[in-house]
């Protein structure tokens, strides 16, 4: 037989007809479950070592030759964006991390880790011929399990505000122990709580904004005071005043071309080019009283403005700021209370917006505009200074989980105790659990809590502890009752969390158990990958 | 070389070769009893594949697209359909599967995998030296007596009685099998109340096209929501303006916040300072007439299909109407339809009765990230509604999408045809012994490939009892004996390993339809492809 009918011959030499496309590949059953395990465990395997207080960074470095950027990180998101995998497992454990990351913003390496550890789990159940599904049944019995579990350690200090205070900033540090800003922790912690609590309960990350400027170390960073726009003010314009009334604006500050279709201008001679440029200035000129004529002497803009509105305006004693991009434009709008005009006909004071104070200030050597004491006092700006780009990045990122977790823990209030405690009273419950079930969902319920208990046990390990010493004194101590007994990672030894004040965000930790969870147990129901021919690329 | 253009070349009287088909050399054949067998292998290839997806224990498949983006279902239509199939038969099975789909939106494995079996026990019969057609014949009689028999056994159900308790059982039962299965109550109870919203019960039928499933990455499944109106992925246009409407009154627009631009090609010709003046001022006084228009046809939301002037945008806002641009033209039908709006092309045909109604239009958005989402709710005109998926990420919201959509059609088809037959391999073992019965009787040869039905009936639930990790011969045999010696027993495969094989108790069950029709689905594309008997391909380029 030939052409169509051409076929692979398979062990027992029978013909299996070529079905797929020439290049496609199909892979069953074991083989199909295999490379889906040691897709997902190599990328767990690969963030795993940055996992925990003493977790190691990674150098991330482009593909493109040409592209010389490098990242230092130990986001776990970060890391896991960055990697180009072509295991469709392996895919799904990124895609996890990336979600909890624009869920809850932390806790990114635990998913991937934990994720890989129940498939760990999972292959040496498979050895034993326990079919995938009773372990999905097995395990959804555990993550109840475990849920409950969880919700029951948390706790929260809802009524009492310097108590919740402090456990926001016990929450602060014990996500930023694990990251580059450890150094300048106790700096940072007042740093992120103050500007969170400034919220006044918003969960609306946007009215935080991040500026990083090299330069300076990271203690010099600061918390500024109302918003800081990174535009220049421009030349003649005064360069501070009091109480302004600001309009923002969307409008083009240009020559105004003129926006019926298919017009054009023509002329005969030199004198009606003089004419036509003229009235054109003439426009302008109206344009510009119009906008006068609502009494600002504040005006943004979020094009362009050329030189002849702006020496107009200046004169007048305005203050002229041009090309705030979009979101510089909604925000500042938000913040000073003003409308984003894009006409002026109808002059109305009201539509202008105020704030305190509005100054030119010098952050490293750049120059930017502070807004300050501003109508919405929700919004607040965070200078970051370091020695170098990378350094920089690395803490805008650290400082983003940090915000991520202390608007999670407003929201919820709930906290719970960190240092391994909550992993090893789960894995407890499950364990219990597992004795009541009979059959072989026992074993995957079991399975379940021998991969809970990894966590901490990568944790001390990544420290250079003695992982199963330490993680059977806590389980030993838990199990006693204890309700506050960690891993001290300073020191290596068992510790009480409650005087350490290491504690968590609850959300965090149950989208992180939920997640990962549902994530292995995806990977875990496949038996079957048929990967489709590459498209053709052409132009190469 | 020789056999194979031994096949395809012709000898006249000297012996010399002639041309039968140009270019034969270039071409595979394979004809007669070759052509079905290897037809046969190619379609029950694809029937395995899909074999290990059925039934609630079934596993999922991860597809890697030509892009490489990964889908990963059990839902056996969205298989057939991402698997780049290349050879001609098995893209029947996809076709075959894909009609299930459009026709009944549910057991579209089931269909596969019944249609592979045909053929296997077709393939025996083959061999045997029966004739294709014969086999064919045989096939469709022993169709027409199963489908009957299902028929005078379905039962018919009160499905509205009881708080649509047995719409919400149907729903789980298609649920169960998908990866949502955690969370089958609450979508099931989604499902429902969707297409009960829009059904229209004293005809018994329900228009699809005013439910919507829409899918939005974040949250959880738990999240997932009915909503009494029409979801759009847009936003306000100006960041400032009203978040919600109360008693809107729609305009719909299909022209742009903008001067007009006429089709025909024209040029305007300035060429003095006053009628530059004049057309600036002319500029300015559209912008006033549109809004004008806009706000004394009385409306207070308007929804464009094109985009706005920064100008036109602010004088909206600042006229307090809230606006929503670029809508699609799909939406935008769907919104007129909702809420008994005209589709305006002009603004100068604005008027207050050409307007829509709905009882609220506001804006959503989720979590940290900067999405948002306009909730049209409450529309004066038909229920359309909308389900909100969220999931982790976007596999499971797109797989959630496909399980809803089965559910929904699941609970359609019983709205349309409340007659039932139970599943679990229950009711083909039901055909399979009404067929041994009526076969004894059959004085024809046909009763050969009759038997050859009844025997690949019973795969359906060989598969669903080996998929549970059951014998798959022990179990079936236990229980067509049961059923034979209790005919009104209806039992099936105990899946969900509980220890009870009762279909009736553990409600399990399907629309007749659906099953009938995918009886009739497998057995006419099975005579398709038997009645093939040669095969003219192009061979391999090289």
């Known amino acids: 037989m030939s052409g169509a009918y051409q076929g692979k011959l398979d062990a027992a030499g029978n013909v299996n007809p070529q079905i797929l496309s020439e290049e496609a590949e199909d892979s069953r059953g074991e083989m199909a479950r295999m490379s889906s395990f040691v897709g997902a465990i190599a990328v767990a395997d690969l963030v795993k070592t940055t996992l925990g207080p003493k977790g190691m960074d990674k150098i991330l470095k482009s593909a493109d030759p040409n592209e010389q950027k490098i990242t230092v990180t130990n986001d776990g998101a970060t890391i896991l964006k960055s990697l180009f995998v072509d295991n469709p497992a392996a895919k799904i454990l990124i895609d996890i991390s990336k979600t909890q990351d624009d869920e809850v913003g932390d806790g990114t390496t635990t998913v991937a880790v934990f994720a890989g550890e129940l498939l760990r789990e999972a292959e040496q159940l498979i050895l034993q011929k326990i079919h995938p599904q009773i372990i999905i049944q097995g395990w959804r019995l555990a993550v109840a399990e475990a849920r409950k579990t969880l919700l029951s350690l948390a706790w929260d200090n809802n009524t009492d505000d310097d108590a919740f205070r402090k456990d926001l900033e016990n929450v602060v540090g014990t996500t930023l122990s694990s990251k580059l800003l450890v150094q300048e922790k106790e700096h940072f912690i007042s740093l992120a709580v103050d500007s969170v609590l400034r919220l006044k309960g918003s969960d609306d990350l946007k009215l935080i904004q991040v500026i990083k400027k090299a330069g300076g170390n990271l203690k010099d960073s600061f918390l500024a005071d109302g918003f800081i726009l990174e535009k220049k003010i421009s030349n003649g314009s005064v360069h501070s005043i009091q109480n302004p009334s600001i309009m923002v604006a969307n409008s083009s500050m240009d020559y105004d071309k003129i926006k019926i279709f298919g017009s054009k201008v023509k002329v005969d001679s030199i004198e009606k080019v003089a004419e036509i440029e003229a009235a054109e200035r003439e426009k302008m000129r109206r344009k510009v009283d119009k906008i006068l004529s609502y009494g600002p002497n504040v005006f943004i803009n979020r094009q362009l403005i050329y030189d002849y509105p702006e020496s107009l305006m200046v004169e007048k004693g305005v203050m002229v700021i041009e090309h705030a991009d979009f979101d510089g434009v909604e925000r500042l709008s938000a913040v000073l209370g003003a409308d984003i005009l894009s006409t002026f006909d109808n002059p109305d004071p009201s539509k202008l917006g105020s704030c305190g104070t509005i100054e030119e200030i010098i952050i490293g050597e750049d120059k930017a505009i502070s807004f300050k004491n501003c109508q919405e006092g929700r919004a607040s700006t965070i200078v970051l200074r370091g020695a170098s780009s990378h350094l920089l990045d690395e803490a805008e990122r650290s400082l983003h989980d940090a915000l991520c977790v202390l608007i999670q823990t407003i929201k919820n209030k709930k906290v719970i105790f960190g240092g391994g405690h909550s992993e090893v009273a789960m894995s407890n419950a499950t364990d219990a659990l597992a004795k009541t079930i009979p059959g072989k969902k026992s074993l995957a319920v079991e399975a379940f809590g021998r991969a809970l208990r990894k966590l901490p046990t990568i944790i001390a390990d990544n420290g250079g502890f003695d992982s199963s010493e330490l993680v059977s004194e806590l389980r030993a101590a838990v199990n006693n009752g204890s309700k506050t007994a960690g891993i001290d990672m300073n020191k290596g030894v068992l510790g009480d969390m409650r005087e350490l004040g290491i504690k968590e965000c609850l959300r965090v930790k149950e989208q992180a158990l939920l997640s990962a969870s549902e994530a292995a147990e995806m990977i875990l129901r496949v038996d079957e990958i048929v990967t489709c021919a590459p498209r053709k690329r052409e132009g190469y | 070389m020789a056999s194979a253009q031994g096949q395809f070349l012709a000898f006249d009287e000297f012996g010399r070769p002639f041309i039968v088909i140009r270019e034969q050399e270039k071409r595979a054949r394979v004809k007669g009893l070759e052509a079905q067998r290897a037809n046969i292998n190619a379609a029950r290839a694809v029937s395995n594949l899909l074999r290990t997806s059925l039934g609630p224990k079934g596993m999922d498949k991860i597809l890697v697209s030509q892009d490489g983006d990964v889908t990963i279902t059990n839902d056996g239509a969205t298989i057939m359909e991402k698997m780049d199939v290349k050879h001609q038969v098995a893209k029947l099975l996809v076709e075959l599967s894909q009609s299930q789909d459009n026709e009944i939106g549910d057991g579209t494995t089931g269909v596969v995998i019944l249609a592979g079996a045909l053929l296997e026990s077709a393939l025996n019969l083959l061999d045997k030296g029966l004739h294709p057609l014969r086999v064919c014949d045989g096939f469709e009689r022993a169709c027409a007596i199963a489908v009957k028999h299902l028929e005078a056994t379905s039962q018919e159900l009160d499905v509205f009685a009881n708080n649509n308790e047995l719409l919400k059982k149907a729903a789980v039962t298609c649920l169960c099998s998908k990866v949502v299965s955690n969370r089958q109550n609450e979508l099931a109870a ?128 600042a006229n307090k109407l809230p606006a929503v641009r670029w809508v699609g033209g799909v939406e935008i039908e769907l919104i007129a339809m909702a809420t008994g709006a005209r589709i305006v092309p002009r603004f100068s045909e604005l008027s207050s009765e050409k307007l829509g109604r709905a009882a609220c239009v506001r804006e959503i958005g989720f979590g940290t990230t900067d999405d948002k989402m306009i909730v049209i709710e409450g529309c004066a005109n038909t229920s359309a509604v909308t389900v909100l998926v969220r999931g982790g990420n976007k596999m499971i919201v797109d797989e959630a999408k496909r399980c809803l959509h089965d559910a929904l059609c699941v609970v359609r088809n019983l709205i349309r045809d409340s007659r039932i037959v139970y599943g679990g391999g229950c009711a083909e073992l039901m055909a399979s012994l009404e067929i041994t019965k009526v076969v004894d009787m059959e004085p024809s040869i046909e009763q050969y490939a009759m038997r050859g039905f009844a025997d690949a009936l019973e795969d359906i639930s060989n598969a669903l009892a080996e998929n549970s990790g059951l014998n798959p011969i022990e179990t079936t045999t236990w229980l067509k004996n049961e059923m034979k010696n209790d005919p009104s027993k209806r039992y099936g495969v105990d899946c969900n390993g509980v220890g009870i094989n009762d279909m009736k108790e553990l409600n399990v069950y399907e629309s007749l339809q659906s099953k009938v029709q995918q009886l009739q689905l497998a057995t006419q594309v099975v005579r398709m492809i038997l009645k093939i008997d040669d095969v003219f391909a192009p061979s391999e380029y090289s």
Request: glycine share 4%; net charge negative.
């Open chain 2, 190 to 317: 989604i499902a429902v109340e969707a297409v009960l919203d829009v059904a229209d019960i004293k005809r018994k039928d329900v228009n699809f096209e005013h439910i919507k499933v829409e899918g939005k990455p974040g949250g959880s499944l738990e999240d997932t929501c009915l909503i009494r109106g029409i979801v759009i992925d847009k936003d306000m246009s100006h960041p400032q303006m009203a978040k919600v409407v109360k008693d809107a009154k729609i305009a719909i627009l299909t022209c742009p916040f903008e001067p007009p631009k006429p089709k025909t090609k024209h040029k305007l010709e300035i060429s003095n300072a006053e009628d530059y003046r004049k057309l600036y001022e002319q500029e300015q006084q559209y912008f006033v007439k549109m809004i004008e228009d806009v706000k004394n046809s009385g409306s207070n939301i308007v929804i464009c299909q094109w985009g706005f002037d920064d100008e036109a945008n602010y004088l909206l806002h």
